[in-house]
């Protein structure tokens, strides 16, 4: 599928390239020798600020989200200990059974209206807790943003990350779009971190090349943290690039101004599609991803000229996502090609 | 270990940055929309120059050189198998347990004088073969260049090939700095694979920011590879960026004029250092790495003002890697400090 | 939980002891010196039994349940692939994670109505075929009997083997409960096995007392076996004593008489709460297995004097086991109590 | 390999069938119901015995040795962590790569004279402690009898645990035939486990029909064993026959009574070849295990008549060994044919 020509693509936020200022980081960081595998001015800085902006222990770069997830399980995790999640969750069902495969660890999942686990959710999975013939319960994984682009609020946040205190579980968020929730709740990173054990922090959905930080709120779970990224393949040996991708969302909240702007332009897609008949939107609009249900043949009329994923094919549900770079009038067009096809 | 400020670093390839073309590469690359995970035109591109060079079936691009070893030897094991491989090799001593980790397989490994196996070698580790309680030797893992800076000659590379297809066994070549031995040895890409099933060919030490290739020379080894990237957390989402850093060093084989130029550099430093008392070279100098023994007092004296790493403590071994960017400036700096500090 | 004195057991069939023919055939086979690890007459004897009452290839013994399922479906999965089941299946609630752990393997799971799978519950869990992010399915995993004590009839089971067969998926009988299946559908073991690529055949429960076999269908598949088991931990160095727990459940049958008595004694069961009050049969009786709701009280005051299992807390269902040496008298006893209980 | 007709067999102490009195045991445990999985009478007390015996703090049966050095070592280990052993071991060289496929962990390996690991041979492994790319040495890993049969003296293995201690290192002792060394060193269990931090137990070499137990001897570490046997493919379910097996070997010592014996024979072997021309004693006698080094013709003229094996081709060195019942007359027959077949 290739990106339709001269039309902004509404398919992910990782179809949008990096930012200038991540290109930029990039090359100033290219300046002579210097030290590999983290051991430089650059990654310290980066470091430095990232567990100051989420008041945690350390932060480690790694290439990709699913390596982000599975790290940061790994420093939660005995070998007869299990995850719990969303059915409909990344780690689930679109890691290829990496989780399974390198850690050697049990899912247990459980399904959800919209993506996001509750107290309640999370106790269903829990008997069994003590009996040799189950795998044990010890993390609770959610993603913020979901799957499904919707939030937890910071009072779901907390309750959650309670209920895990209470029970004797870790909370794992997966932050692939970490800043998006932050744009929506309006709140601190260290405000989505204050719950959790560890969590990611996603630079490449909004304006990295290839770089994710896995963030560790607990001194106790940090010293594993550097073998366990060498072993499972992600210590890049020229870390200043990954630094200096980090370094420049942090720069004056570049990250920020990407989530808010991308959640700004799904909102005004949300926004315009309001009152067109057979569109429904499917789910809360609180990130940057707009999900619909709308007939197949209008679907496919549209994925002519427009590029975006069909979600489900059975219930006729699109995923449209906007990204840092995503214009006003990207959109306009898009709502006005949407719009002209019903009439059609 | 900060760099030295105002001197070239000795202690590796991957202490220098990324070449000017591969940044321009990427920042060209950064243009619009495009479709991820490596369904785009770059990638396409890369991935054919590669195929092509080597005369290989698939390319798969990856973060790091510990992961292209993972998934090159994981398409070649079953679980009961092993590998057989240099004591001294990367895959045996640098990567954090990262193949038995992943992919759960032992490796049955050799001392060697020079850091090369033989067929003689290999067949030491053989004895075995069909008895239930031993591992089966599946995959013979060699380094061209090796470890100690040596390389295989085409004659050598051929008589493992050839003694590995007599014995039913794989050959897999971890090609971090196959650059450098195609240089040494004045051949093609393709001439150096033509003995292997699998081999990666390595970016980062020769100019790319994080990107390493995988190339899988039979169609039959090839089909489960882009799961097997994926599941082991290698799959990058823009992947656009990985294929750019190799168009660039495909680009009139700036792979092969980086590394002919840092094979010069350390003959020159090499050559430089001839008939310097108490210096004695340890292994023939046939890529970028010179392995020299010195007295401990001068390895101290000279490392407060030069960065290199002591490679063996108890020989006082220290080992100067140069790369595409050292100067011969650079060098002879480095060689004078080096006399000057025997003559005092 | 001790077993009450002087009342038997009707918790499970693994709280019967060994048959006195299995101490006996022990006991024979202790005569002299044998070589190990399976290379001797009793375990050929046994072997050649196996796979001639199956029409199999290839019949290993292991120690329990779970590695027969572990060994069975490691013969049939690369890395990537996946196992669909039953959520209520043994393989995914009561093995913790050994699937997971020592293969590395995810599975799919399917909630069921009865803890039967069919082709459309199978069909549910393929979509994502090709997709590079997802596992991809290929083992259909069933139990005969099921966790709820139910058997596919011979024509599920030859209707899914079909849609295995037409999808590419391999079939996975765990057998741990074969007999009983046998006993109810009154059908040869070959008749059970003919639709399945592997699938185990349980010892313990039917009177050994640690024996199972893992029985392989394809001649192509049976090669890796010995070295799998091995490695799993599985391979008994005096085997004949395993050998000779199946020779002893071979002779004559052993292994029916057994089940069949057992499945008599669950029917008889079954057959007394007949019209008794507020005791619900919970699935059909199709093996040794009686499923009941019945109210909490009730459940108390009978396992005050009765030893037996709450299969689902919420739900009130205990589950009621026979066993090969349930004798009438215990069965009319026990029904006698439950009524009595009723009474009260 | 059949074992010749009306030969003792000089294979292996397992070629030996059972004791009487375990299969007395198994037989006095077949009384009726027993609840399953270890929470049993017989568990209990067999148990008990065991940890009293060893001043342990848990004992957990198993079903081979492989799987006790498994289940051993993962009570120990995180996931970046390894095992220094000697390279004759039988887990490095006989367990088809158990520990590497299912704890993902990797051993260390130090060539050794005799099969005995000492400070300084562990020392050599300890070099890159906290170099992230060097996996971390964690576990000590000795046999007593090691493979070659030789003992460790209670000076060499308090020794050895003190020096484990002083570098934070664990010390893990593969006891499959701790009984013969016990037998030979005139000491308790207690005094071998003393400087250990978990140790395995054979019962299956010394008159077991499948039976090995692991001791752990800090609490500490007891707490997931049971989950870890579980996973690991290692919980019975009709344990009480596991359990019977050890109450039997610790009945009146005749755990004990057995190794001596079967080190007096291996004794007896040694001294009736004294002075024999070209038959050399290899390692000295300190168990059940007898190695020679005697000419290829003679080695395969005895082996038409008796049963062993040639431990190394190479260097024409064969293992002989004795058992729990092991004449003084087959001893005498087979020194009178070594000695014969000498002059012939």
Redesign the interface.
């Known amino acids: 599928?290739?990106?339709t020509t001269g039309r902004?693509?509404f398919?992910?936020d990782?179809?949008?390239?990096?930012h200038?200022e991540v290109?930029r980081a990039?090359?100033d960081?290219?300046?002579?020798?210097?030290?590999?595998?983290g051991?430089?001015?650059w990654t310290r800085r980066a470091t430095a600020e990232l567990t100051a902006a989420f008041r945690g222990r350390e932060a480690l770069f790694v290439?990709?989200?699913?390596?982000a997830n599975?790290l940061g399980i790994?420093l939660l995790l005995?070998?007869?200990e299990?995850v719990i999640c969303a059915e409909s969750s990344h780690l689930n069902?679109?890691?290829?059974?990496?989780t399974?495969?390198?850690l050697?660890?049990?899912?247990l999942?459980v399904p959800t209206p919209d993506g996001k686990l509750t107290p309640e959710l999370v106790a269903s999975r829990l008997?069994?807790r003590c009996d040799?013939?189950?795998?044990?319960p010890r993390v609770v994984q959610i993603a913020q943003v979901t799957e499904l682009g919707t939030c937890y609020s910071l009072e779901e946040l907390n309750e959650l990350g309670e209920f895990c205190r209470t029970e004797g579980l870790y909370l794992y968020v997966d932050g692939a779009r970490l800043a998006n929730a932050a744009a929506y709740l309006g709140c601190d990173l260290a405000d989505l971190a204050a719950a959790a054990d560890v969590l990611s922090f996603g630079g490449?959905?909004n304006g990295a090349?290839?770089a994710e930080a896995v963030i560790v709120m607990r001194r106790e779970l940090a010293g594993?943290g550097?073998?366990?990224?060498?072993?499972?393949?992600?210590?890049?040996?020229?870390m200043r690039?990954?630094a200096a991708q980090f370094a420049a969302l942090m720069e004056d909240k570049l990250w920020l101004r990407g989530a808010q702007h991308a959640n700004a332009m799904a909102a005004r897609l949300a926004a315009g599609l309001a009152g067109v008949p057979d569109v429904t939107i499917r789910y809360p609009v609180q990130s940057n991803a707009v999900f619909a249900a709308l007939n197949p043949p209008r679907i496919a009329a549209l994925q002519r000229e427009w590029?975006f994923y069909t979600w489900s094919?059975s219930e006729h549900v699109v995923r449209w996502m906007t990204a840092f770079d995503t214009t006003e009038a990207d959109v306009d067009s898009f709502v006005e090609a949407i719009r002209g096809i019903r009439a059609s």
């Open positions: 599928m290739p990106v902004k693509s398919g992910s990782n179809h949008a390239g990096a200038p290109i990039i090359t960081a290219n300046a002579g020798d210097s030290v590999p595998y051991d430089d001015e290439f990709n989200g699913t390596a599975v790994s005995r070998p007869h299990a069902v679109d890691e290829c059974g990496a399974e495969r390198v050697g660890s049990k899912l999942t008997p069994g040799v013939h189950r795998v044990q490449t959905k090349l290839a594993s550097p073998f366990y990224r060498k072993q499972q393949m992600q210590l890049g040996s020229k690039f990954m590029t094919e």
